[in-house]
């Protein structure tokens, strides 16, 4: 049996207090595109992984209708069922991406979601918080009074924000397929991407709404490619924890080049299903880790293969586990659950064929479980 007694989630967000309707709860498990006719989002492997895992910590039997499983939680209400499914998970320590809006513990900039420490509480966990760069840049330009103002703000609010947090966030690209310049972008470069963007929209507010459809990973303006790399060099700058939300096939190699030796790690997010790509990085690069979230989230029951394929060429202190969850606590209990039982195959495996020890196996779950995580963000008391 390889036990990983407690988890550190290293990536996701708050959980929905507000009670969900069926159509709302479905469309939380897929993505942006309407689900096919005919079917909803229940028919993914996330939506089998949780109508396996959920319905028995509300007193319903696995694989219930996604109907009866929806009208006990509202019965039990969202509370009640935020509390069951997140202290089921095994997390001991939650970080939190809060959207970057606000103190330690604010709600999502696009959600009613909750902070790190209301998230940490229902879970009987501890909290800390994760601040993403691009809503933090919008909120500096909404009352900056001109270029020199906004970039000013906008180094004093990202090096302010990092005193309390454990990481920093932001998207690779504003757009899939626009290739990350890895360099630092000139003073010169800098000023005339802000004018421009402040110009064109007199507040670069909606900079930060990443919801389906909006700002910068949506079909919103985008924030200005160079005002991006910016704010990359102003995170690497702090020191902390850089994760970059690479959008899969996102080439950040260049980035992952540049970065070596200087600033903090790298942790790469949303690589399924270009996870190899990923795995390769972190073998090439000593500050570059990978997030194992999009692989358990969307490969639910075929993810201890996906796991294995990372394990083949990413060193061991280099993977990190997270739910990669959002809005619904049955996200992070299926996060947890799925990427326990994917690790006990794959481990599991190699033990019962006699090419790895028991105590091997162990320490190396312990690592991808909980140990690296701890590392990579100094959570020495966690």
């Not at 702090?238 to 190699?253: A, F, M, Q, S």
């Amino acid at each position: 049996m390889i036990e990983t007694a407690s988890l550190v989630d290293q990536y996701g967000h708050g959980v929905l207090t507000a009670e969900l309707g069926l159509g709302t709860f479905e469309a939380r498990l897929g993505g942006a595109a309407p689900a096919a006719p005919g079917t909803t989002f229940f028919d993914t492997q996330t939506g089998v992984a949780v109508r396996r895992w959920c319905p028995p910590l509300l007193g319903l039997e696995p694989h219930c209708t996604p109907a009866r499983y929806l009208a006990r939680r509202r019965e039990l209400g969202s509370l009640e069922v935020s509390r069951r499914l997140l202290r089921a998970t095994g997390i001991s320590t939650y970080l939190v991406d809060t959207g970057g809006v606000g103190g330690p513990g604010a709600a999502g900039a696009s959600d009613e979601l909750t902070g790190a420490a209301e998230t940490a509480a229902m879970g009987a966990a501890r909290g800390r918080e994760i601040v993403r760069l691009e809503p933090l840049a919008a909120r500096v330009a909404a009352t900056a009074g001109g270029v020199g103002a906004f970039l000013a703000g906008l180094a004093e609010a990202v090096h302010t924000a990092a005193a309390p947090a454990v990481a920093l966030s932001a998207a690779a690209t504003t757009r899939p397929g626009l290739a990350l310049d890895p360099g630092p972008p000139g003073p010169g470069e800098v000023r005339g991407a802000a004018g421009r963007g402040l110009a064109a929209r007199g507040s670069v507010s909606g900079w930060a709404d990443d919801r389906p459809g909006t700002g910068p990973l949506g079909g919103g303006p985008p924030l200005d490619p160079v005002l991006l790399r910016h704010l990359h060099w102003t995170a690497v700058g702090t020191g902390l924890p850089l994760h970059l939300e690479t959008g899969g096939g996102t080439d950040v190699y260049g980035f992952a080049a540049a970065t070596a030796g200087v600033g903090g790690p790298l942790v790469l997010r949303d690589t399924y299903p270009y996870h190899r790509d990923a795995a390769r990085l972190t073998a090439l690069f000593p500050q570059v880790h990978a997030d194992l979230g999009s692989v358990l989230a969307r490969t639910g029951a075929a993810a201890a293969g996906v796991l294995a394929e990372m394990l083949e060429s990413a060193p061991f202190g280099k993977l990190l586990f997270s739910t990669a969850a959002r809005g619904l606590p049955e996200l992070h209990l299926v996060g947890a659950r799925v990427f326990r039982a994917a690790l006990e195959r794959v481990l599991g495996h190699w033990v019962r064929d006699g090419a790895w020890s028991v105590g091997d196996a162990r320490r190396v779950a312990g690592l991808i479980a909980a140990g690296n995580a701890r590392r990579v963000h100094a959570l020495a008391d966690d």
